[in-house]
């Protein structure tokens, strides 16, 4: 069984930094793009950021320059810096990743439970 684990939110102060951690653990014969994604209250889940495998990154205009995404390929790991954070953060962050669980397997979207941020002072 895949699972995406997330962690590392809390509360923070505007201007403030926060650093998200996203395990995958399981029966895991590869992973391609990894994202991280973001639900604000009564909103739609956005995109954040992605990276592949090869480490190419992409990030949504409002958090380039803030945000940075990074993977551990060989620990199943990603990560996200966030910087100079802004109240417009707040959300429950959630891990994506695509996964093939065995040879010749059609890879699969997993997701993680979330995890939130606050940014408020």
């Known amino acids: 069984q895949v699972q995406l684990l997330e962690s590392g939110g809390g509360p923070v102060q505007p201007g403030g930094s926060l650093g998200l951690s996203c395990a995958a653990s399981?029966?895991?014969?590869?992973?391609?793009?990894m994202g991280w994604y973001r639900q604000a209250p009564g909103k739609q889940r956005e995109l954040v950021a992605t990276?592949?495998?090869?480490?190419?990154?992409t990030y949504v205009d409002s958090v380039k320059g803030r945000f940075t995404v990074s993977r551990d390929n060989a620990k199943k790991m990603m990560y996200l810096q966030m910087n100079s954070l802004k109240p417009e953060d707040t959300a429950v962050y959630y891990c994506?990743?695509?996964?093939?669980?065995?040879?010749?397997?059609?890879?699969?979207?997993?997701w993680g439970k979330g995890t939130l941020v606050t940014v408020s002072s």
């Open positions: 399981g029966s895991i014969f590869s992973i391609s793009t």
């Open positions: 990276i592949e495998s090869s480490g190419d990154p």
């Open positions: 994506n990743a695509l996964i093939t669980v065995r040879y010749l397997a059609v890879p699969r979207d997993y």
